[in-house]
Structures are given as C-alpha cells and as structure tokens.
C-alpha cells in the first residue's frame, strides 16, 4: 500500500499542479453573466481552486493573502467554446505531408495551437478530428496543466466511409494503407463496432463524415456517404454509450439524412435547404455552420494551394457562405458556434461571430450565446460553462467596448482565465 501510495505522488509531481488553492479577485468594469442577460455594472469575481465561488456588485479589496486583477476598463464575459476544431492542423500545405509529418510532430503543432485557441478567449474547444491518439493527449495535457490551453472535447479520428472524406486518400493504394487510421466502415454492424472501438479509445464526441467533404482528395462530390441504416447505427450505438454525435455534412440530403438519423449536430450543413432545415428542427440537431472555413478556403482559392480535386469543391461551397444558416434560423434551428480552424490560422476563431452577424443576419446577443450557454448545452456541460456563476469553472475573458453590439471586440480579447489560470 505504501508503495502504491508514494508512487502515485511520484507521479503526480510530474505535472503541473492543477489550479493552486489561491484565491484570486477580479474587479470588472462591466459583467455578462449570461448572454440572453443585460450587463451589469462594476462588479467583483472570486475565484478560487478554479472556480466561481463569488460575484458581488460593486468594487471589493482583495483579502490578505489574495490576487487582485484589474479589469476596471473592460466588459468581462464568459470564455468562449468553439465546437468545431482541428487543432494538430494548419492550412495550406501540401496533402502529401499526410505521409511525411509524423503523428507526434502534429501533437506538438497542436500544442502551439491550443495555446493560440486559449489566448484567443476560446476556454473550450471540440476536437473533431485528431490523430488517433493525439487529440485525447492534447486533452489530457491542458486538463492537468502540462501545457496550456483550452478544455478539450475529444474525438480522436473522424469515423468515415471507405475513400470518403476522412479516409487516406490521394496515395498509391500501399501507401494509403500504410497510413489508414481504422476509421472506416462499412454496413450497420461495422460501423457501430467502430463507435464503440472509438468510445474504448476514449472518444468524448463521435464525430462521423456523413457527406464527401472540401479539403480531401476524394473526388466523389460532396453529397451523402454514409447509407441510412449506417447513419441510424452510428447515432443509436454512440447514444447508447452516453456519447454525442458530430456530423460533418455538406448537401442538403446528407444533413437532412444525418438529421432524421438523430445525429446531434450537423457541420457545416453548407448546402442544408428548408426541407434540411425542418428535418434538424424535428430531431433537435444542432448546426454549426463553420463560416471560418469556407473563408478560409476561399482566402486559399486560385493560389494553387489545392489540388484541382479540392479547389472544384472548395468554389462550389465557398459561393453558399450564409445561405444555409438564414435557411436553419427561418426554421428555428438552434445555432452552436463553431469554426473548423486548422481550415484557416488557429487563433482567427472569433472572426466567425462577424461572418454569422454579417453573413447569416444574427443578432450580437445571439452570435454570443452561441458560443457560450448554447454550446456549453450541445456540451452537456451547462452546468459548469458558459455562464459566469458561483460553481462555474473560472473560464472568464475580458475585451474593450461591448462585444452586444459589436461582435469584432471579441477578436481583441485582453485577459483570459482557463480553468482558473491565468493565460500569459
Ligand atoms: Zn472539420
């Protein structure tokens, strides 16, 4: 027992000591507690071992022993969640590096960028898409403070159909299947044995590719891969593991496919119609439009940046940007931020609420909340995210001016605090 004991502190030393027991005071100028509510005046938060323990009107000194932060001239706010990152990718780059850059070289690119996402405001991402373990690595690393970074909702790979978009492809066949991830199936029964291969794995989300997809080199367009009895196992076994479903999906009949098999979120949902719309709005699917992407696609376009496969499909999407989420908000569809960086520079994640103020006709009130109390629901953790409260993680952002009726305030965030950590 003892050795058990001293070996199980040896090893705890090895990491950074999670959020000290310090008490730290935060005197804010203006609060948003919650995005659906006014903001209020002068304001101090306490934190302490990580959380929310106080939020009293008004300017309080900090108590012997404490950390104060000036935040007099600033709005503070909840920090925000993205659902849709790649975080061990950047873009450009050639696909062929797929087959040159090993696995742990892109777990330390992804290290650099969580430290870009968290420095940005972005207290939690959704990983939707990693190599097969080092997406649950980058997790657990800014979970324990080894490195910093946001909290990370983990997928590991994307489950996809043979040569879809998420498979290798693009490589002589040996070379691809030297690469292959086994991620793909085939038929009802394989593809949930893939579900629960990827729960055992530790997946935290499944994440599938329900249509062909922009940035592969599958040249099969980008219209619904999975069948529909596929689409139906997929979503029943994973929520029978107490797991979510993400599905990247482009034409209006892969999303409105993906929808009817009850998938929780659609991405992207690029093409989605009315009838796509409707079908998301029965099942209670999310979408997460990812409008970052398609600008950073077109930013990319006629470069020679893509191959001549890509840039097909990249034109043909990047000519949608907007149109399918005023379809999804005329049918009352909830909207759940997201932005698919790794598509476009980690960092860029809060150029998104312009796009989806600009481009899809949102209110800045309604931009906010989407990457706050209605992510942190889609989460399943609105319990401990997205709002500021006393027993909410202390995931607290600061910017100038008033980010309710200029969302841009949001790409110029000041002061971030990640699980109670200050981010340098
Ligand atoms: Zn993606």
């Known amino acids: ?26 005197q804010a100028g203006r609060v948003i507690t919650d995005a659906n509510q006014p903001a ?33 001239d600033k709005t503070v706010l909840p920090g925000l969640i993205d659902l849709h990152v790649h975080l061990q990718s950047n873009p450009g780059g050639d696909f062929r590096d797929e087959a040159v850059v090993s696995d742990e070289f892109a777990t ?46 983990a997928a590991g790979p994307a489950i996809s159909i043979i040569g879809g978009h998420g498979d290798v492809n693009g490589f002589r066949p040996e070379v691809g299947h030297a690469l292959d991830a086994h991620n793909t199936c085939t038929g009802a029964v394989e593809c949930a044995a893939r579900v629960r291969e990827f729960s055992k794995a530790g997946a935290d989300v499944i994440k599938i590719t329900a249509t062909g997809g922009v940035l592969s080199q599958q040249g099969r367009g980008l219209g619904q891969h999975f069948t529909d009895p596929e689409l139906k196992a997929i979503v029943d076994t ?35 119609d009315a ?48 149109k399918a989420l005023k379809a999804a908000r005329a049918e009352g569809v909830t909207i759940a931020f997201g932005t698919d960086a790794g598509v ?25 909340a989407s990457a706050t109390t209605v992510a942190a629901k889609l ?3 609105q319990d401990e995210i997205g709002r500021l409260a006393p027993g909410y993680s202390a995931d607290i952002i600061a910017v100038d001016g008033d980010p309710l009726s200029d969302v841009r305030t949001l790409e110029k965030v000041g002061f971030v605090m990640s699980r109670g950590r200050v981010i340098d």
């Open 1 to 26: 027992m003892r050795i058990i004991l001293s070996a199980l502190m040896a090893s705890a030393t090895l990491f950074a000591a999670p959020a000290s027991a310090e008490t730290i005071i935060l």
């Open 40 to 72: 209020t005046g002068p304001a101090t938060i306490t934190v302490t071992d990580g959380k929310i323990t106080a939020i009293t009107p008004g300017y309080s000194d900090a108590p012997a022993g404490a950390k104060l932060i000036n935040l007099r």
């Open 108 to 153: 330390l690119m992804g290290a650099r960028n969580a430290l870009r996402t968290v420095k940005a405001g972005f207290t939690t991402v959704r990983d939707l898409g990693s190599t097969p373990l080092g997406g649950f690595a980058l997790r657990d690393a800014t979970a324990k403070g080894v490195i910093p970074g946001p909290r990370i909702i």
């Open 238 to 272: 994973a929520h029978s593991l107490g797991l979510r479903v993400a599905a990247h999906a482009h034409s209006a009949r892969g999303v409105e496919a993906a929808a009817h098999a009850g998938v929780d979120s659609a991405e992207h949902a690029t093409f989605a």
């Open 275 to 322: 009838a796509a719309a409707k079908a998301m709005k029965a099942s209670g699917t999310a979408m997460v439009p990812t409008l970052m992407a398609l600008a950073g696609v077109k930013e990319r376009l006629g470069k020679g940046v893509y191959t001549p496969t890509v840039e097909a499909k990249g034109r043909e999407a990047v000519a949608q940007m907007g």
């Open 344 to 368: 476009f520079e980690h960092g860029r994640n809060a150029g998104e609420f312009a796009l989806m103020v600009e481009w899809g006709g949102m209110s800045p009130r309604d931009a906010l």
């Open 379 to 381: 989460l399943d953790k």
